[in-house]
């Protein structure tokens, strides 16, 4: 059993096991919640690793790269819009489970017990289960869900691709678990749960054979994530196939899948990807006659209008031709290159921020928050070659010199403080 003295940093051969759900209780066991690995955090060479993995196999297997820049550093970006609040807020999840374990809790399971562990894995999978169905079924929970289903792409890349606003609601599926389950083995299993999601968004592993009827898959996840009418609303499991097989929303993958929204955004632009779909609610909301229906717009399904059944009509959905071609843009390779370069720096000042965060005053986290945005959302312009993207860059090397020299950023490479210290 994990006791006080455990290390925090997981070995090699943990980084590869938790990827894959595959750590053992006796390993992943802590009496107390600031003694639980931030397991996600640990997990970033392993994601980067996966993903070079991916690229080589997609190489060999298929003849052609898994992944495009413009569309996989709009995934990372959504990932990292995802977690900048985590800067300023303690997580809601978290919070929220801790309030209800301390006012309500029924009575406490052993946190050393390997019966509470494994409850705890089939509680928060069928509680992830119930998230998701309803981030699917419940328009304004879709709204942040949507930006992980706006890749028109399938690869590692596309599991990066969060919503920021997403948090806000999933909270309320665990919070039963509270009622019985220690916030430390809870906290083991969420990052697990979320951990094991990463691998089964790629295209070159087919199929798992027997596995299938148990497991989510890359070919169960294919399904859920495709825009064929066979595809909508289906498969909505964490770890466990097995309750979308119970509760009737499984599906198996057959005709080729094609990936994105219904309705394709067209964009790499990273605040848009976030939040299209909020803006398109608000503008619905106001134009729909009557207070039930207003209320229905925001409850009731994505595809929901007047007089017509809550989730919407599944003809309306527009049919995959096959011929479909997924948004880009020709970019030069020099400009990719130049893009890749500032959003390398820029990964360097986001680790740093949230290494050193508590360090940190709020003034500095809002402008190093504020810079990151900042670089995100040029590098969208960029990629989108729009008129406005040299200017916007231009002011955005601005800011990063005239943040330099109030000290509130510092160099992704240590060496170049001097460069920057000589300059004039």
């Known amino acids: 059993m994990a006791t006080s003295e455990s290390p925090k940093d997981v070995s090699f051969s943990q980084g590869i096991r938790m990827m894959f759900y595959a750590m053992k209780p006796n390993e992943t066991s802590f009496p107390n919640l600031d003694e639980v690995p931030d397991y996600v955090k640990q997990a970033t060479p392993f994601f980067i690793s996966l993903m070079l993995l991916e690229l080589v196999l997609g190489w060999i297997l298929k003849g052609k790269l898994a992944v495009r820049v413009?569309?996989?550093?709009?995934?990372?970006?959504?990932?990292?819009?995802?977690?900048?609040?985590?800067?300023?807020?303690?997580?809601?999840?978290?919070?929220?489970?801790?309030?209800?374990?301390?006012?309500?809790?029924?009575?406490?399971?052993?946190?050393?017990?390997?019966?509470?562990?494994?409850?705890?894995?089939?509680?928060?999978?069928?509680?992830?289960?119930?998230?998701?169905?309803?981030?699917?079924?419940?328009?304004?929970?879709?709204?942040?869900?949507?930006?992980?289903?706006?890749?028109?792409?399938?690869?590692?890349?596309?599991?990066?691709?969060?919503?920021?606003?997403?948090?806000?609601?999933?909270?309320?599926?665990?919070?039963?678990?509270?009622?019985?389950?220690?916030?430390?083995?809870?906290?083991v299993h969420l990052q697990f749960n979320l951990l094991y999601q990463f691998w089964i968004h790629t295209e070159v592993i087919e199929n798992l054979g027997p596995l299938e009827l148990i497991l989510n898959t890359p070919s169960h996840h294919r399904v859920h994530h495709g825009r064929n009418r066979y595809c909508i609303d289906k498969n909505f499991a964490g770890t466990l196939i097995i309750w979308d097989r119970i509760f009737g929303t499984f599906e198996a993958e057959n005709e080729k899948v094609s990936y994105g929204l219904t309705h394709p955004i067209n964009t790499f632009e990273p605040l848009k990807v976030q939040f299209h779909h909020m803006h398109y609610i608000w503008t619905t909301f106001w134009i729909t006659p009557g207070l039930w229906n207003k209320l229905s717009v925001i409850f009731k399904g994505p595809g929901w209008s007047p007089g017509k059944p809550r989730l919407g009509l599944l003809e309306e959905i527009p049919e995959v031709t096959g011929k479909e071609v997924p948004y880009a843009t020709h970019v030069s390779g020099s400009l990719q290159l130049y893009a890749l370069v500032q959003f390398a720096l820029m990964l360097g000042f986001y680790e740093d921020t949230f290494a050193d965060k508590d360090a940190l005053s709020q003034a500095t986290l809002l402008l190093r928050s504020g810079y990151i945005i900042l670089t995100l959302t040029s590098i969208g312009f960029l990629m989108e070659q729009r008129p406005q993207a040299a200017i916007l860059e231009t002011f955005r090397c601005s800011v990063f010199l005239m943040l330099y020299w109030l000290n509130y950023l510092k160099p992704f490479i240590p060496s170049w403080t001097h460069t920057f210290e000589d300059s004039p």
Not at 125 to 153: C, K, P
Not at 155 to 162: E, I
Request: glycine share 2%; aromatic share 20%.
């Open 70 to 187: 413009d569309d996989a550093l709009t995934s990372i970006s959504a990932g990292i819009l995802s977690r900048l609040p985590m800067l300023f807020f303690r997580s809601i999840e978290f919070s929220t489970y801790i309030y209800v374990w301390e006012k309500y809790r029924l009575f406490n399971l052993p946190w050393d017990s390997p019966w509470t562990w494994h409850l705890t894995f089939l509680g928060v999978d069928l509680g992830y289960y119930w998230f998701h169905r309803m981030a699917h079924e419940v328009n304004i929970m879709w709204a942040a869900h949507q930006t992980h289903h706006s890749s028109e792409a399938y690869n590692l890349s596309t599991a990066l691709r969060q919503s920021a606003l997403q948090v806000y609601t999933s909270w309320i599926f665990y919070c039963p678990l509270a009622l019985i389950i220690p916030p430390p083995v809870y906290a």
